[in-house]
Every structure is written in structure tokens, then in C-alpha cells.
């Protein structure tokens, strides 16, 4: 065995092993101090889970693909924010009256191109005038939530179309819509970044810019395709998620950036990039929804989700930090 | 000659940066089936003209001819699509990704869909790796090899494209002997299918071994082109650097004091073993060894930042635990890093406050630093030290390597300590300041410091040291004085060969 | 020569590009509004940006010395909550300084991971902004947090009080940057904080305890986060528990605004108390020009990244990236 495959391997697999830990603690915990009489454990709880997974995890497969490009989006909640009201307003706009419930496929079409085309703003900034992804995206963060405010005030934006809650709340062979666009999602994605030469791209972009630019890589480009992605699948998280609910506030979406960063971090993505995966992602997101869960199972309220997943992920940097020190002879710079 | 065309001719190629003409009309030509050693000082305007030829720079004045036709290359994409390659002296390699990936970084094979075609990948890395004789196949993660296997890695990409000219820079510095007899190989097999070859590097042995031609740049101009079977090192020496070099062995010696730093049985892991040495206040000594001998480690632990695993380090006669550069210097140890930008310098800072960065805590007027003593300190090492620059408001990063290095002695100077470890100290340094750096080594040995020098430079060690301690893979071989030290005998002595027994 | 010159317009435009943009939308608003200069509009803009500006402050430290700090808005409704509390149970004599030692024990903590640790501060950061939000919450309940007297108190005086005529919040807000910009312009330890966010190698290598300063730094942000809080809770003398949620990213476009890089060893105090002046006058004078509230954030963007961008193309001498 090499050296540093071991600690290669239990990272790779940490984040499983977390799961399977939430899910023993959950569940014996659960028998003692659970309100609800079913098992936390039970097959519906977890389809359940899945589903709510779902706005959160499409999002997240989205960063995973920016972080390791080597860059950051904080926008996100606030692309989610302004694709939302596209999405809602616009079944609404009489130019689209005489669509019937076809209106829908245009709604959902628009709200997608709006969400894509904030995203590419964001990488066409950092690809043209190469300031640093997080200031971008800070800025953006503030500039699109602006957007959103100054559509309706403070004013929620709401539309229900039968059709469509019909469509969200629809379940194809035991699994509701969003759990299946969240599967596909990270499918899609998992093939893009495993598969194609822009995902493999953007790996080697992340991990030695230097080397990706002498190697003749197309930097610029490929960052920006990576944050058009993100700025699309922040837009279907809400199109999935909206079509249900059928009313936004200017404030959803809040602390979204928090949450998929927090998943894709657990999921062992590095924060420099170059490295990272789908799958690991994948399971960030089902352990942190996991955790809201199990907690809430228990009787924890929303303060004890919040102080737990913070303190978790300041835990994993840790636990990363203690598998990667060299011993005692290294140097202390 | 004269009817076989260039592969590669570039004809008075002229660039210019804000205040600096880098390259001024450098001419350059490379025939096929010839390996062609482009040397130059470091900052004579190498990496420039490679620029160029790569595209990352266009040139203000000049052309470039590929054959018959005249080229513009607009970046490292239409260079390599025109069948020059660059293997590059830093790393540019992607960790995270396979071997595979890494060969063929920017232009993996494709199918439908942007897909990349794996097998065609993997069938045409394994042949290329075949050919380099190496030990790890095409799947392996880069970030798992050794250095010396990355660096095959990057040689590998030569072999990727129908290259008709390669450009390698510095590729040896890393390798082993035997993986040098591998790379001369690649270098042969590609001049006997025609390929044009420049070769950068340093070292002579190899440029007299391998090169067909000589061209010497010096401060961005052309100085010739020689033949390399009608040459000899002196004659390209003196073109590189405008002069002979004062390569002659340190001729004072000057009363030897105290011991000042003794070093018993001192081991760390792996990097260094059963170390032991010491040196007298007023004396120079050298240690010379290849690089990954474990000189850098033993002076980052005498400077606190790595714990010894066993064995004693005695100051004045005295037991000393380090822990911290702060320790060390407290108790009279000072290091001018080997990384001078990395390590040495704030390159964001000015040059006053780089100096006094060290005892900028002792430096207080009530609760602030005073100014006016930092100054003082400066303008003394300024004279001292003959560093030029327009003011101490200079930021260090405007200054020249040579001018760097000297602030950065000025730093641990000032500090006043009893013992000075100096690492590379003239490494990428201009040969004026080199020489000047030398003489203030021995002049401050003369004042009584005890001085360490580690340097990779034979010439160096030779010039400065009053005794030399040969490192070989983390063991001392052999101490020698400057009067029994022959060149022959410390080149064994660090290659591992007898150094013990050898007279 | 005309390029060289041009160039180094360019160069010093860019330069103090905040100073003069700063001028420009001062001239701008006063133009279109003549009431914008007046004294009691700017003493309602100074005074509604002292809190911003306070955290601003030490969050300039932590910039300057290479990490990040996203933390200080959740732990600024931690510290209004926490001292509006033990104002009823122990009186504001005590409530204050207990406040202050348990904000700085978070500041503690996170300086302890990102300077000892050495642990990314971003993430522990975000981290932390998610722990000390839950922390909060735990800590009140949930509820609102009200004084129960709030006629009968002293404590309104850091949120209300005026001194001479100058509310307490401003005299408060421009002593600290007073303080804390000869603390980082002209003390030994300023001196290392900017050496171990211009090169923290460099500076382990010059002996400099790098660990200590960043923990240090971290320290002074969290006793400017207590500073905040204290004025908030004593301006509302009630609160919710989000009060600070978002602020963390006024505060870090406050600080680039005013030119300090993410990179470390570049920043003033002053030219932070100018990037908060600038997003107080611009919030306000789009306000007086009759603009939507929220329409301040898409300028807030811009600017943003206009002065970040026009810096970093001064320093590379190209308004474009040369990114392919």
C-alpha cells in the first residue's frame, strides 16, 4: 500500500461512513426521545428525505463543478430567488393567455434561460476581468438579491398552476419528481465531469492553472461555461421546487450558498479545487439533510441544525487537517 | 550546412517591457536532427526569447520562420499545433489527474459528445511510456509519483505530438543518473527522426556531452553561436558572463575562534542522519551535496523549524532545544532562506521594513515602532552592503535578485547574530552581485561571525569555504579543509562513492 | 513618453480611484439633491453606518492578514441578544463586559482554529456563521429580545446618546478607527500583520509568530463585532435574533470597497472608513433621489466590482484579462 492511501481511502469513504453513523445514532436515539411513533429508519422517511434533498443537492452538484474549476458562486440563492419569480410571474404575463397550460414548458424555458444567463454574467465577469471569483460572486450575491427586491418589494410573488403541482407532486415508480431531477442532475454531471473533456478540463484548471494555460486549456471559457451550469441548475432547483409551492418570497433562497457549500465541502471537494467528486457530493447532501432530519426526529429545533452542521464542518476541515500532517520532522512555517 | 533549412529560426527578435528591453534583436536557429544548447545568467533574456517562441509574449520587433514560411504564434495552442514543445523546468503538471491525462493535458482525444475516447488515451500513453522505460503506467495519479518520475512525465509530452522542434528547459534538475541516461536517449532517438532540439541548462558536462551548437545570450543580447565540439567551458563562460569568473579557491585565512555552533549526532526522520559538524566563530564552512542531500533541513532545524528526531545541538558549549525561529534567533542564528522570494522577503513591502522585519518588536518609541531607528538601520546596511535602490520607501519587489538578497542579509545582519547559515545564497543572481556576495561572506567571517554556506555551486563552495562538509542522501560523507579539497574528491563524496576512505 | 505618462494617469486613477469616486458621487448626489450635504443628513448617514463601519474595522484586520472572516453578522445578533438578556438579569454594568468576554471567546475560538489550526478560514468562518446563528437561537429561545425599562435605563446612551451634538455611535465608530489605524499603521504588531498576510512564510522565516498574529486579528474583529452589538442593542433596546444576518457581506464589500485585497498585506483603516462612508452615502443619496431601497444592492454590485477590477488592472497595466 502506498503511503497516504490509507488516509486517501478513509476520506474517500468518510462521508458514507458518516451517513451510516447518523443513521445508527438517529435511529437508537429516535427510540428514546423521538415524538412520532414510526422508525427514523422507515422507507418513506427515506424516500422523503430524498426528495427534500432535492433543491439543496441540484444546486449543489452545480458548485461541485465550479469548486473544483477552482472557483466559488455565493449567488446561487439569489439566482434561485430571481428564477423563481420568472417562473411564477411569467404564467401570468398576457402575452402568454392563449397558451392554455402550455404556458408552462414556456415558464419553466424562460425561468432556466433566466437563471443560465445570471450565471454566465457571473463567469463572463471573472473570465473578462479576472477578479476573483468570491468578490464577483459577493458582489453579485448583493446585485441579483437587489433584483429580486426591486421586482416586487417586499411582496411575495405567487401563482398556482394546477397542472404543474400536479406534475411536482406526481411519483414515477415510487419516486417524486424532484428526487428524480436530483438523480438525473447528478448523473448528468457525474458523466460531464468523468466523462467529457470539458469536465476533465476543468479538473486540470483547478488543480495547476498554469500548467491547464500552457497545455493551450481555453481557461476563460471553461470557467464560464461552469458558472452558466451552476446559474441553469440554480434556476431548475426553483422550477422543481416552485412548480410545488407556487409562491416565492424576495427573501428564499437566503443562505442556500451556505448550505451547498457546506455539503460540497463534507463531500471532500477541495476548497483550492482540482479535486473533488459528484458521488462525494452527492452523499454531502444526503448527510446534511440527513442531520436536519434525525434532529428534528429528536426533538431538536432549527437553532441546534444550524449550531450542529457548523461546528460539523469546522470538524471535517479538522479531521482533514489531522490525516494530512507529515509527522513530527516536518516544518512548521 | 547551408542547404539544409532551420526547422526553427528566429531572426532579430526584439521585446520590450516598461523600462527593460528583455530581448534585444536575438537571433536563434535550430537545424533538424540537432540538439541546440541556448545558454545565459539567469535573466539574460532565456525565458523571454521561449516566451516568444511560445506565443505568451508576442515580440515588438523581429520574426520567427517554422521552415520556408514566416509563423506568428498567438499562444501555446498554435505553437504546439505547429509542432513546437516545450518542456518546462517548473512542474507543470496537474496532480489530481492520471499520467494519462497529464500527457495529453489540452488535447485529450475526443468522441461524440465532447467525450473523451479513454482507450485511445491509455493505447497511446502506454506507448509513449514504453519508450521512456518508466514504472508507472498510464492510470497513475500524478500527485503519486516522485519528482523525477513527474519530470518524465512532463518529457513525455514531447513525444505526444509529430514534434518537429522541442524545447527543453532545465530538464535534469531533478533526475537521477540513471533517468538522465534515459532522457539522452529520448533526446537522441528524436534527433535521428529529425526533430530540432534546444536544450537550457546550466550544466556544463551535459551541454559539452549532448549539444551539437552553442548560442549565449547576456542581458537580452546575442553574444554567438559556437560549435560545441570547438569550444571549450572557459571560452562559453566568458561569453556568457562577459569575463572570466574569479573562480580562484578562498585564499585568506584569518584567526579561527571558539567554537561557536557544534552539531552532535543530530538525525530527522528521514531526511538527515547521524549529522555531525561544527563551526568556529570567524570561519566558513561549506556543505555541498546534490539537491535532497538534507543540507536545506539540517539549517531549517538549526533555525527551529523542524524538530530533531535525535542527537544535540550546542551553542557556545551549551545545550540548546529550538523551537521556533524565534528561539533561534534569539540565542544568535540567522538564515537567508534558499527561496529568497518565497521565504526571505514580503515582496508587498518596502525595503526598510523588510530589514528590520525581525526585531521590529525591540524597535519601540512608547507603543509604536520607531521609525526613525528603522531608518537609521537601514541607511547602515544600505552603505554597508552597497544595495542600491531609490529610497527604503522601494518596494522589494521592484529590486533586482542581487539587491534582494542583499536586504535580506542586511536583515539577519543587523540582527547581529554569532552564527549565519546562508542558503544558495547567489542563486538566480547576476554574476556582479555574485561576486560581491562572495567577498562579503568572507568579509564577515573575517569580523568574526561563524558563517554556513550551503550552495549546489561547486565554484561557490570551493571560493568561499574555509573547510567543505560533503552531504550525501542525508549523511555527512566527508569533512574536507580547503588546503586537501580537490574537485575529484568532492564530486565522489557526494555521489556516495568512497568518500570515507578517500585520501 | 505620451504612453508612459498615460500609463501612469492610469495607474494613479486607479489608485486612488476610491478617493475620487467617492468625490464624484458626493458631487453627484449633492447636485441632484441639495439637501444631501447637509449636517443632519450626514450625521444620519455616519450614525446609521456606524455599526456596518465598527465591524468593518476589525474585519480590515483579519483581511489584511490573509483569511476571511463571514462570521461577524451571526455573531453581532449573538452579542445584541446575549447583552440585552443580562441587561434585565444583571444590570447593564455587568451585562456589558460579560458580552464583551463571550464574544470574545468566539473570536478566540475561531482565531485558535484559522491561526494555530490553521484551518481554512473561509470555511470555518461559514461554519461559524451557521454555529453562532444556532448558538444564538438557542441562547434566546427563539424570541425577541426586549428590555423590559426602556425608558428607565442608561444603557440608550452608546445607541441615542450625543455628545457636544455628535451622536455617541459616530464619536464611537471614528475613536475606534482612530485607535485602531495607528494600532495597524504604526505598532510592532500592525507591522507583523501586515507581514503575514503580504508573505506568511517570509514572515514564520523572520521570526514573527505567525499564529499569534492571526489569532490576534481574529480577537480585535471579534472585540469590534461586541462593539456593534453594543450600539445596536442600545439603539433598539430590543431585537430580533437575525439583526446582524447578512451584514458579514456589507462589512467584507465595505472593506474591498476600500481597497484591501483578499490576498492579505494590502489595506488602510482609512480607506476602509471611506469604502463604509461610500456605502452610506450611496444608499442614502439613491434613497433622496427618490430610487427604490433595494436598487442600493445592484449599485453596491457594481461598484464592487469596478474598483476591484480597475485596481487589478492597474497593477497588471491592462484593463482586460489575459485570460485565453
Known amino acids: ?333 | 550546412m547551408s542547404h539544409v533549412k532551420p526547422v526553427l529560426h528566429l531572426e532579430d527578435i526584439v521585446k520590450t517591457f516598461p523600462g527593460v528591453r528583455a530581448l534585444d534583436g536575438v537571433s536563434f536557429s535550430v537545424m533538424p536532427g540537432e540538439v541546440h544548447a541556448l545558454m545565459g545568467e539567469n535573466g539574460a533574456g532565456k525565458s523571454t526569447l521561449m516566451k516568444v517562441l511560445g506565443g505568451i509574449h508576442q515580440p515588438d520587433g523581429g520574426a520567427i520562420f517554422m521552415g520556408e514560411e514566416r509563423v506568428v504564434m498567438s499562444g501555446p495552442l498554435e505553437a504546439k499545433a505547429k509542432g513546437i514543445v516545450f518542456i518546462h523546468q517548473e512542474l507543470s503538471l496537474a496532480e489530481e489527474l492520471s499520467v494519462a491525462e497529464n500527457i495529453y493535458l489540452g488535447e485529450l482525444p475526443r468522441k461524440s459528445f465532447g467525450r473523451v475516447d479513454w482507450v485511445t488515451l491509455r493505447e497511446k500513453t502506454d506507448a509513449i511510456l514504453k519508450k521512456l522505460n518508466v514504472a508507472f503506467n498510464a492510470r497513475t495519479r500524478v500527485g503519486d509519483l516522485s519528482i523525477a518520475n513527474q519530470q518524465m512525465v512532463e518529457i513525455a509530452r514531447a513525444l505526444t505530438v509529430d514534434a518537429k522542434a522541442v524545447i527543453f528547459d532545465e530538464p535534469t534538475a531533478s533526475l537521477t543518473d540513471a533517468e538522465k541516461v534515459v532522457l539522452f536517449d529520448v533526446i537522441a532517438d528524436l534527433q535521428r527522426e529529425g526533430v530540432g532540439i534546444t536544450y537550457i541548462s546550466h550544466r556544463m558536462e551535459e551541454i559539452f556531452k549532448i549539444t551539437d551548437r552553442i548560442t549565449v545570450l547576456r542581458d537580452g543580447q546575442y553574444q554567438g553561436t559556437l560549435e560545441t565540439a570547438e569550444t571549450n567551458e572557459e571560452a562559453v563562460t566568458q561569453l556568457m558572463i562577459g569575463r572570466k569568473l574569479d573562480l580562484s579557491r578562498n585564499p585568506s585565512h584569518h584567526e579561527l575562534g571558539e567554537i561557536a555552533l557544534e552539531v552532535r549526532g543530530l538525525s530527522c526522520g528521514s531526511l538527515y542522519e547521524d549529522v555531525s559538524f561544527h563551526v568556529r566563530s570567524g570561519e566558513v564552512v561549506g556543505f555541498y551535496g546534490l539537491v535532497g542531500a538534507g543540507r536545506t533541513e539540517i539549517a531549517e532545524t538549526l533555525f527551529g523549524l523542524r524538530t530533531p528526531s535525535h542527537g544535540t545541538i550546542l551553542l557556545e558549549g551549551e545545550d540548546v532545544r529550538l523551537n521556533s525561529p524565534a528561539d533561534a534567533i534569539a540565542k544568535g542564528i540567522s538564515l537567508v532562506p534558499e527561496d529568497r522570494k518565497g521565504q526571505g522577503l514580503v515582496l508587498g513591502m518596502n525595503c526598510r521594513d523588510n530589514m528590520t522585519l525581525p526585531q521590529v518588536d525591540d524597535l519601540k518609541a512608547g507603543p509604536f515602532v520607531a521609525e526613525g531607528a528603522e531608518i537609521s538601520i537601514f541607511d547602515q546596511y544600505r552603505d554597508r552592503l552597497d544595495i542600491r535602490t531609490p529610497g527604503w520607501k522601494q518596494k522589494v519587489g521592484n529590486l533586482s535578485g542581487g539587491n534582494q538578497q542583499k536586504i535580506v542579509i542586511g536583515k539577519w545582519l543587523s540582527m547581529k547574530p554569532s552564527v549565519l547559515i546562508v542558503d544558495e545564497p547567489t542563486r538566480g543572481i547576476d554574476v556582479g552581485s555574485k561576486s560581491e556576495i562572495h567577498k562579503l561572506l568572507r568579509s564577515l567571517a573575517a569580523q568574526g561571525y561563524a558563517v554556513i554556506v550551503i550552495s549546489s555551486e561547486m565554484p561557490e563552495v570551493l571560493h568561499v569555504s574555509d573547510r567543505i562538509v560533503a552531504m550525501y542522501s542525508g549523511r555527512v560523507m566527508r569533512t574536507f579543509t580547503s588546503e586537501e579539497v580537490t574537485e575529484d574528491s568532492l564530486i565522489q563524496a557526494i555521489s556516495g562513492l568512497g568518500g570515507d576512505k578517500a585520501a | 513618453m505620451v504612453t508612459v505618462s498615460r500609463r501612469e494617469i492610469g495607474s494613479m486613477l486607479a489608485k486612488q480611484g476610491i478617493l475620487i469616486a467617492f468625490a464624484l458621487f458626493m458631487i453627484g448626489f449633492t447636485l441632484a439633491n441639495a439637501k444631501f450635504l447637509s449636517v443632519d443628513n450626514v450625521f444620519s448617514v455616519v450614525r446609521s453606518s456606524a455599526i456596518l463601519g465598527v465591524m468593518a474595522l476589525g474585519v480590515t484586520f483579519v483581511v489584511i492578514s490573509g483569511n476571511l472572516d463571514l462570521s461577524v453578522g451571526s455573531m453581532m445578533s449573538f452579542s445584541t441578544i446575549v447583552v440585552l438578556d443580562l441587561h434585565d438579569k444583571i444590570g447593564p454594568a455587568l451585562a456589558i463586559p460579560a458580552m464583551f468576554a463571550m464574544t470574545l471567546c468566539l473570536g478566540a475560538f475561531i482565531g485558535f482554529l484559522v491561526g494555530y489550526l490553521r484551518l481554512n478560514s473561509l470555511i470555518v468562518t461559514l461554519g461559524m456563521l451557521s454555529a453562532i446563528h444556532g448558538l444564538t437561537l438557542t441562547y434566546s429561545g427563539g424570541q425577541n429580545m426586549d428590555i423590559a425599562d426602556k425608558e428607565g435605563t442608561w444603557f440608550s446612551v452608546f445607541g441615542q446618546g450625543a455628545i457636544l451634538g455628535v451622536p455617541t455611535p459616530i464619536l464611537m465608530f471614528l475613536s475606534l478607527a482612530a485607535l485602531l489605524g495607528l494600532v495597524l499603521a504604526k505598532t510592532p504588531f500592525g507591522r507583523k500583520v501586515y507581514a503575514v498576510g503580504g508573505n506568511g512564510t517570509a514572515a514564520t522565516f523572520s521570526g514573527i509568530k505567525r499564529a499569534r498574529t492571526v489569532f490576534t486579528c481574529y480577537l480585535i474583529s471579534a472585540g469590534c463585532v461586541a462593539v456593534a452589538g453594543l450600539i445596536q442593542a442600545s439603539r433598539s433596546l430590543g431585537s430580533q435574533n437575525t439583526v446582524g444576518q447578512g451584514l458579514e457581506l456589507e462589512v467584507l464589500a465595505a472593506v474591498i470597497l476600500g481597497g484591501a485585497s483578499l490576498m492579505g498585506g494590502v489595506g488602510t483603516i482609512f480607506k476602509t472608513v471611506i469604502g463604509v462612508l461610500i456605502l452610506g452615502f450611496i444608499q442614502n443619496g439613491l434613497l433622496l433621489l427618490g430610487l427604490p431601497f433595494y436598487f442600493q444592492f445592484v449599485v453596491t454590485w457594481i461598484i464592487i466590482i469596478l474598483a476591484v477590477w480597475l485596481d487589478i488592472a492597474a497593477k497588471r497595466g491592462k484593463l482586460w484579462s489575459p485570460i485565453a
Request: glycine share 12%.
Open chain 1, 1 to 333: 500500500m502506498q503511503p497516504g492511501a490509507l488516509s486517501k481511502a478513509l476520506k474517500g469513504g468518510a462521508i458514507w461512513g458518516f451517513i451510516v453513523l447518523e443513521l445508527i445514532f438517529f435511529s437508537i436515539a429516535g427510540q428514546f426521545l423521538s415524538l412520532s411513533d414510526t422508525a427514523f429508519m422507515d422507507f418513506d422517511n427515506m424516500l422523503l428525505l430524498l426528495k427534500q434533498s432535492a433543491p439543496i443537492g441540484i444546486i449543489a452538484m452545480g458548485m461541485t463543478i465550479v469548486m473544483v474549476n477552482g472557483n466559488i458562486d455565493l449567488s446561487v440563492g439569489a439566482t434561485f430567488a430571481i428564477a423563481a419569480i420568472v417562473l411564477l410571474d411569467s404564467m401570468t404575463w398576457p402575452i402568454f393567455a392563449g397558451l392554455g397550460d402550455w404556458v408552462i414548458p414556456v415558464a419553466w424555458l424562460l425561468a432556466l434561460l433566466a437563471g443560465t444567463a445570471f450565471g454566465a454574467l457571473n463567469g463572463l465577469i471573472v473570465w473578462k476581468t479576472g477578479v476573483d471569483a468570491f468578490i464577483v460572486t459577493l458582489g453579485s450575491m448583493l446585485g441579483y438579491r437587489g433584483i429580486v427586491f426591486l421586482f416586487n418589494g417586499e411582496n411575495p410573488t405567487s401563482h398556482l398552476n394546477w397542472t404543474l403541482v400536479d406534475f411536482a407532486e406526481a411519483e414515477f415508480l415510487g419516486l417524486a419528481t424532484a428526487s428524480w431531477f436530483l438523480l438525473a442532475v447528478t448523473l448528468g454531471i457525474w458523466l460531464l465531469m468523468t466523462r467529457t473533456v470539458h469536465g476533465r478540463n476543468a479538473y486540470a484548471i483547478g488543480d495547476n492553472r498554469e500548467a491547464a494555460v500552457n497545455a493551450g486549456i481555453r481557461v476563460g471559457p471553461h470557467m464560464m461555461i461552469n458558472f452558466a451550469i451552476i446559474g441553469f441548475l440554480a434556476a431548475l432547483s426553483a422550477v422543481v421546487f416552485y412548480s410545488e409551492s407556487g409562491s416565492v418570497n424576495p427573501n428564499d433562497g437566503q443562505l442556500y450558498e451556505l448550505w451547498v457549500i457546506t455539503a460540497v465541502v463534507l463531500g471532500g471537494t477541495k476548497i483550492t479545487g482540482g479535486a473533488g467528486s459528484v458521488i462525494g457530493t452527492f452523499g454531502g447532501v444526503i448527510a446534511i439533510q440527513l442531520l436536519r432530519k434525525g434532529l428534528g426526529h429528536i426533538g431538536a429545533d432549527t437553532s441546534t441544525v444550524n449550531l450542529v452542521i457548523g461546528l460539523i464542518l469546522i470538524a471535517v476541515l479538522f479531521l482533514d487537517r489531522q490525516l494530512n500532517l507529515k509527522g513530527k520532522e516536518a516544518l512548521r512555517i
